[in-house]
């Protein structure tokens, strides 16, 4: 018999509310799998199993904190027989559907319409705790307008939803906690240097010139692979802190810092990014922002970044000194791609510019190592079609 | 194809903008200010809006293009523009 645990979801993560599961006793279940919803600070989380077998019996039921750690349910694995002994009883399990008391991950904020705002204001409801009739949609008219008839009839509005100041509120609590450590623990040391961005940006314009629009690729795409393709030049850039030692990562997850609309950050992981192709590195950072902003993440994305990139945009500023997420040692940043004064063979010429840094671990390396890296990152953005 | 009216356009980019960020409240867009400025769009977001555009009006709108949608006024002379260009 094996035993499906609470994970930890993240540094700080200490516990978590099990919101539902998604299987049942007798179910069959594949590494891989979602087989529950945890609430943490940072939103609702898809919980991933990572052994096959048949749920035995679950443990825990929907509603409980749970400390990490913790067994959630029983599997049986491949070739152990069905306990012989009648199986407790097993909780009563609600069939997911849209009603399970599941949050968008996504600021609430503008998961709201000017219209179901103003009626709200009208009504005298607390648009904050309005939610929408679908986990992920857009709180409309109606849903307004049942929120204020069940505030009428005395009943609780179905269903439940935490006013979003509070949501925000402990998401801010989680990335305080996690920023505070670091800054505890963490001797950072920050490094930046400018990189000739104009071959890279070129060869994208020249590429999404032959792709259809749902095709074109951002910037930071095949910024993403270099990184990657770099800081393997440079393991001790990539792994954790743990236990008083640095674990280094053969696999390179980066942790994609993402904003919500309505405040606040998450930084979930695309996995091995230095083995997808530019293609798999897009449709994979499209299903990650767009399940950031409108749904729900899975537990190996919060669990398993080794390092993070934080990229500020083409809106942002020209530079970003990153604040490590532990147990992470190192996050790169990226400012954005401006043109500027460039110096070449002594001539100055216009060129576009971007300026990377790193913000590294003093514990597990040294600047010269980090110098080693961005003068890696720079040199493999000047060979952008290699970038595959 | 047929022409495109500057009204339908205008509709075609409130609809765009409002399903990719709905808390945008269109009677509050200044037509001759930056759209960016107005509305919070990172670059994911603005190229899920010219997706978008294109899968309503099937105008394919490429990158160097892209200044042309600046406001909400120079965005519909564009689009009324590419549409008539056929």
């Given at each position: ?5 609470m ?23 594949k ?13 609702a989380?898809e919980v ?6 048949v ?7 929907p509603?409980a904190r ?11 694995t491949?070739g ?25 991950v ?31 949609g ?5 849903d ?33 906690a996690a920023m505070s450590r ?17 071959r ?12 259809s ?12 692979k270099?990184v ?7 393991p ?12 280094p ?8 810092a ?6 606040g950050l998450?930084?979930p ?34 669990s ?14 020209d530079?970003v ?18 043109e ?13 510019v ?12 040294d ?22 | ?27 509050e ?5 930056p ?52």
């Open positions: 018999m094996s035993e499906f645990r994970p930890s979801l993240g540094a700080d993560m200490e516990a978590g509310t099990l919101v539902e599961w998604m299987v049942r006793p007798g179910d069959e279940v590494r891989g799998q979602v087989v529950a919803v945890v609430e943490t600070q940072k939103g989380i991933e199993i990572w052994e096959s077998g749920i035995e019996r679950l443990v825990v039921e509603g749970i400390p990490v750690g913790e067994v959630l349910a029983l599997l049986r491949a152990e027989p069905a306990s012989r002994a009648p199986a407790a009883p097993a909780p009563e399990v609600p069939a997911p559907s849209a009603q399970a008391p599941a949050r968008t996504a600021g609430d904020r503008a998961r709201t319409s000017p219209a179901a705002r103003k009626l709200a204001g009208e009504l005298g409801v607390d648009i904050a705790a309005v939610r929408p009739g679908e986990p992920g857009v709180v409309s008219r109606a307004v307008e049942r929120a204020a008839q069940a505030v009428k009839t005395g009943s609780a509005p179905a269903p439940q939803r935490e006013p979003v100041t509070d949501w925000q509120g402990r998401m801010r609590k989680a990335i305080a670091s800054k505890r623990e963490i001797p950072h040391y920050y490094l930046a240097t400018d990189i000739d961005a104009t890279v940006t070129d060869w994208l314009a020249g590429e999404n010139l032959k792709r629009v749902a095709e074109r690729l951002l910037p930071v795409v095949p910024m993403m270099a990657a393709l770099a800081l393997r030049e440079v001790e850039l990539n792994g954790v802190w743990a236990d008083g030692a640095f674990c990562s053969a696999a390179v997850h980066l942790g994609m993402v904003a919500l609309r309505g405040g998450v930084a992981a695309i996995h091995d990014v230095d083995r997808k192709n530019l293609d798999q590195l897009m449709a994979d950072l499209r299903d990650l922002i767009t399940r950031v902003r409108g749904g729900r993440l899975r537990s190996s994305e919060m398993d970044p080794t390092v993070t990139l934080t990229n500020l945009g083409e809106q942002g500023p530079q000194f990153g604040v490590i997420y532990p147990p992470q040692v190192a996050i790169v940043g990226l400012g954005r791609i401006t500027r004064p460039w110096s070449e063979s002594g001539n100055v010429v216009a060129r576009k971007v300026t990377a840094t790193l913000a590294a671990d003093h514990r597990v390396s600047g010269h190592r980090g110098g080693l890296f961005l003068a890696a990152l720079a040199r493999l953005l000047q060979a952008p079609q290699e970038l595959k | 194809m047929t022409m495109l009216t500057r009204e339908q356009a205008r509709a075609a980019i409130f609809d765009t903008l409002c399903s990719i960020a709905p808390e945008v409240d269109a009677a867009i200044v037509a001759d200010q759209l960016r400025d107005q509305v919070d769009l990172d670059s994911f977001d603005f190229l899920n809006v010219i997706i978008r555009l294109h899968e309503k009006l099937g105008i394919d709108i490429p990158e160097n293009d892209y200044g042309e949608l600046t406001t909400l006024d120079s965005a519909i002379d564009y689009l009324v523009r590419r549409r008539a260009a056929g």
